[in-house]
């Protein structure tokens, strides 16, 4: 903002000069005119085109050359020719400049080149000088070839050092997860809901590449749900909790990702539902489910037989009425034929009304 002040004085101050010398030269121009002399016209036309473009020359100059002279003064020297090939290829020079003082200054030597080429290639070129001015603070190692790489990788640098300084912490399963607690049963079937805090500091050699925090809360959930999964009875695991915190850190869960696990604290551990239980009495609802199905599936059977017993009762009635049917035409035929006498027929009908009224005194009906 003083920069821009210190340029838009300089520039009133030189138009009011342009103009003081122009209002001087009016007369000279109307005497002139009037005696009719056209070289001292041509003279003052060319004069003034000189002016401008003395002017124009004068406010781009002052445009570098107050960088150059900021520069120059904190011992992180910028050319001018450098300063003007910036702004022919639309860079921020005022960026450029400025985070080149902040690293000299920081006792760092980084050419105007390498700033220019990262804020050309889309990085944050504050951010990466800040990032490398806490790193040598705190007494980390981070050259500047890395420190472009892991923000051109889309990475927060200046975060990654402060991690890295000053550890934080993960809650795991995250807030903002499906879950808010992580659930595993023991051998003895009770269910344990159990929340960590993962304390954990930034591994810049393992930035680029590495893996986020997503997979440092997935394989401490895991190793939570193993440990507790492998006890013998929840209540160990309650009176223990911190058995859980060594039992996961011996894994090694931080191997591939862009963090180093510091501790694993058990914040909360609470009992459940009594998992075991629950999936034997549905084991039991299932298996008595299983023998009505097939107790109805057996008087389904029976059912089924009866009535084919039934059939076939019918059916052979059926047959005992036909061969009843040929009774009399057998009869017939044997009158017909005279192997049977009109007397002999008249006995056999007396035997028969006489069987049929012994039946009903003795109250039986024959069975049709």
Same mark, same amino acid.
């Given at each position: 903002?003083?920069?821009?002040?210190?340029v838009l004085n300089a520039r009133q101050t030189t138009l009011a000069g342009l103009l003081a010398v122009a209002a001087a030269a009016s +007369?000279?121009?109307?005497?002139?005119?009037?005696?009719?002399?056209?070289?001292?016209?041509?003279?003052?036309?060319?004069?003034?085109?000189?002016?401008?473009?003395?002017?124009?020359?004068?406010?781009?100059?002052?445009?570098?050359?107050?960088?150059?002279?900021?520069?120059?003064?904190?011992?992180?020297?910028?050319?001018? +020719?450098?300063?003007?090939?910036?702004?022919?290829?639309?860079?921020?020079?005022?960026?450029?400049?400025?985070?080149?003082?902040?690293?000299?200054?920081?006792?760092?030597?980084?050419?105007?080149?390498?700033?220019?080429?990262?804020?050309?290639?889309?990085?944050?070129?504050?951010?990466?000088?800040?990032?490398?001015i806490a790193a040598r603070g705190a007494k980390i190692d981070l050259p500047w070839d890395i420190a472009t790489a892991i923000d051109l990788?889309?990475?927060?640098?200046?975060?990654?050092?402060?991690?890295?300084?000053?550890?934080?912490?993960?809650?795991?399963?995250?807030?903002?997860?499906?879950?808010?607690?992580?659930?595993?049963?023991?051998?003895?079937?009770?269910? $344990?809901?159990?929340?960590?805090?993962?304390?954990?500091?930034?591994?810049?050699?393992? $930035?680029?590449?590495?893996?986020?925090?997503?997979?440092?809360?997935?394989?401490?959930?895991?190793g939570i749900v193993s440990t507790i999964g492998s006890a013998e009875d929840h209540k160990h695991v309650l009176e223990n909790p911190d058995?859980?915190?060594?039992?996961?850190?011996?894994?090694?869960?931080?191997?591939?990702?862009?963090?180093?696990?510091?501790?694993?604290?058990?914040?909360?551990?609470?009992?459940?539902?009594?998992?075991?239980?629950?999936?034997?009495?549905?084991?039991?609802?299932?298996?008595?489910?299983?023998?009505?199905?097939?107790?109805?599936?057996?008087?389904?059977?029976?059912?089924?037989?009866?009535?084919?017993?039934?059939?076939?009762?019918?059916?052979?009635?059926?047959?005992?009425?036909?061969?009843?049917? &040929?009774?009399?035409?057998?009869?017939?035929?044997?009158?017909?034929?005279?192997?049977?006498?009109?007397?002999?027929?008249?006995?056999?009908?007396?035997?028969?009304?006489?069987?049929?009224?012994? &039946?009903?005194?003795?109250? &039986?009906?024959?069975?049709?």
């Amino acid at each position: 903002m003083h920069h821009n002040v210190n340029v838009l004085n300089a520039r009133q101050t030189t138009l009011a000069g342009l103009l003081a010398v122009a209002a001087a030269a009016s +007369p000279a121009l109307a005497q002139g005119g009037a005696g009719g002399g056209t070289g001292n016209t041509v003279l003052y036309i060319v004069g003034g085109v000189v002016a401008l473009i003395v002017f124009f020359l004068f406010i781009v100059a002052f445009q570098f050359l107050g960088l150059w002279v900021q520069a120059w003064t904190s011992n992180a020297k910028v050319s001018i +020719p450098d300063l003007i090939g910036m702004k022919l290829r639309k860079v921020d020079m005022r960026t450029v400049v400025i985070n080149r003082i902040r690293a000299v200054k920081s006792g760092m030597e980084i050419p105007t080149n390498k700033i220019e080429t990262h804020y050309l290639a889309g990085g944050r070129v504050s951010n990466v000088i800040s990032a490398m001015i806490a790193a040598r603070g705190a007494k980390i190692d981070l050259p500047w070839d890395i420190a472009t790489a892991i923000d051109l990788a889309g990475r927060d640098i200046l975060e990654a050092v402060h991690t890295s300084v000053n550890p934080k912490v993960i809650d795991c399963p995250a807030p903002n997860g499906p879950r808010a607690t992580i659930d595993a049963v023991a051998k003895n079937g009770i269910q $344990l809901k159990a929340k960590a805090r993962v304390t954990v500091r930034t591994n810049i050699a393992r $930035l680029v590449g590495g893996a986020t925090e997503e997979t440092i809360i997935a394989r401490v959930g895991q190793g939570i749900v193993s440990t507790i999964g492998s006890a013998e009875d929840h209540k160990h695991v309650l009176e223990n909790p911190d058995e859980i915190s060594r039992t996961v850190m011996r894994s090694g869960l931080d191997a591939g990702t862009a963090y180093e696990i510091l501790s694993i604290d058990i914040a909360d551990i609470d009992v459940g539902d009594n998992v075991g239980a629950k999936l034997r009495e549905d084991q039991a609802n299932a298996d008595k489910q299983m023998a009505q199905a097939e107790a109805e599936k057996r008087r389904a059977l029976a059912v089924a037989t009866e009535q084919e017993f039934k059939a076939t009762e019918q059916q052979n009635r059926a047959h005992v009425v036909l061969a009843e049917a &040929e009774i009399p035409k057998a009869i017939a035929e044997a009158l017909r034929t005279g192997k049977m006498g009109f007397m002999d027929y008249y006995r056999m009908k007396n035997v028969q009304a006489d069987t049929s009224m012994r &039946e009903s005194i003795a109250g &039986e009906s024959p069975q049709r």
